[in-house]
């Protein structure tokens, strides 16, 4: 933050302390006794509390719901470690040149981009792939293309269509692949092992 930046949140903090000041003045009454006047601050606060429901409320949004269906909590548990029973995605050897032509995009190093024109006399737009995201590239306007492809895509969609035995077995098996891993780790995994294994106990539990 700039030192402009940091005045004015001095400022703001300043005028929101005055202003509580004199709401506090104006509330008070002369009139009252130091205990009274203690006994109508409590109250102010009291009515001034959030509502407990509507507190309730707002924690339950973006958080896990209990109304989950067992299907969707299925494909949930397996869509945070898929990778531990479903091969890479995308394919590492994928072929993007295809998709790449049909869009008019042209792939260049990253480091060679910005020396490049943004649209070529044959009307191919520059690209790059992003290192973090193998098959989506950014092109000079900075939009992005997802060209990887849909087959194979660990996503609520594909695995949604997968039977609850189906998924049971994936999410199992990717839970003990997981297991193997955390029990030869140098770190202290004591814990998420623990709480892996009550995992699948519960599942195997409603299964039955």
Request: glycine share 4%; hydrophobic share 30%; charged share 30%.
């Amino acid at each position: 933050m700039t030192k402009n930046g940091t005045q004015i949140l001095s400022d703001n903090g300043a005028n929101e302390t005055q202003e509580t000041l004199m709401d506090s003045d104006q509330n008070d009454d002369p009139t009252q006794t130091p205990k009274q006047r203690s006994e109508a601050q409590s109250d102010n606060l009291v009515t001034s509390a959030p509502n407990e429901d509507e507190e309730e409320e707002k924690i339950e949004v973006g958080h896990y719901s209990a109304n989950r269906k067992f299907k969707d909590r299925l494909v949930a548990r397996l869509l945070c470690r898929w990778w531990y029973v479903f091969p890479d995605w995308p394919p590492s050897d994928f072929d993007y040149n295809g998709e790449l032509s049909k869009r008019k995009l042209k792939l260049f190093k990253i480091e060679e981009f910005e020396n490049q024109e943004n649209v070529d006399s044959n009307g191919y737009g520059k690209v790059y792939e992003l290192s973090a995201f193998p098959g989506v590239f950014r092109d000079y306007t900075g939009q992005a293309h997802d060209l990887r492809p849909l087959e194979g895509k660990p996503c609520y969609n594909n695995f949604v269509k997968y039977s609850e035995a189906k998924l049971l077995e994936l999410v199992e098996t990717a839970i003990n692949n997981q297991l193997k891993i955390l029990e030869n780790s140098t770190f202290d995994e004591a814990v998420t092992i623990r709480l892996l294994k009550e995992v699948c106990l519960l599942q195997i539990t409603h299964a039955l």
